[in-house]
């Protein structure tokens, strides 16, 4: 009896841990995928009310999941304004968004990412993921993530901005810029995917 009641047991939490999983898989984005929540409507830091939809380029968009508390963000953070500068010249739409609503009173607040984005001078619209409802559709779990999305909003590159976040004058594969010009000069996009380093997103659920 009892090696039945451990039998049922350990099959119980088989099957939680698969369905979790799997819940897990359909919730992210995978290559290929269409962009999700295009038309939510969000606020930026100059108070105007944006969409994804809006916010895109003739050829493509370009998303990233950041906040203000995350030391990864910190290390990263001033490679955002080239990527921006390079999105913007090949008619790239580039938005950054805050999901970190857990912590919203504790540095993620809008009065906080407006003193961010003057500090370090943003160049690109910086909006509240209010909710994290663009964030679970993508599936981000990281801060900082970047999803890279073509001219028909397909999901092309998505994960690490480089593969050096300590040190810009180390990085030796720079993965979102040469997602973007291998997009632009229409060839296969040599890395797709790559690891997203940086603090969980804060979800309150």
């Not at 801060?143 to 001219?151: G, N, Q, R, S």
Request: with cysteine.
């Amino acid at each position: 009896m009892k090696k039945l009641i451990k039998f049922v047991a350990g099959f119980s939490a088989v099957l939680v841990l698969t369905a979790f999983a799997q819940m897990q898989s359909t919730n992210s984005l995978e290559i290929g995928d269409k962009a999700p929540q295009i038309n939510q409507e969000v606020e930026d830091t100059s108070g105007r009310t944006l969409t994804l939809a809006g916010v895109a380029g003739d050829k493509g968009l370009l998303v990233v999941f950041s906040c203000n508390t995350c030391p990864w963000v910190a290390k990263w953070e001033d490679r955002y304004n080239g990527l921006a500068a390079l999105a913007e010249a090949n008619d790239i739409g580039m938005i950054a968004l805050n999901p970190n609503e857990r912590i919203r009173n504790r540095g993620e607040s809008m009065e906080d990412m407006k003193k961010r984005a003057q500090k370090q001078d943003y160049e690109f619209p910086y909006a509240l993921d209010e909710n994290h409802v663009i964030a679970d559709a993508f599936g981000a779990t990281r801060t900082p993530e970047v999803f890279l999305f073509d001219e028909n909003l397909t999901l092309v590159y998505h994960g690490a901005i480089d593969d050096n976040a300590d040190d810009a004058n180390a990085v030796e594969a720079t993965y979102a810029a040469d997602a973007i010009n291998q997009l632009m000069s229409g060839n296969e996009i040599s890395t797709k995917e790559t690891r997203s380093l940086g603090c969980t997103i804060k979800r309150t659920k």
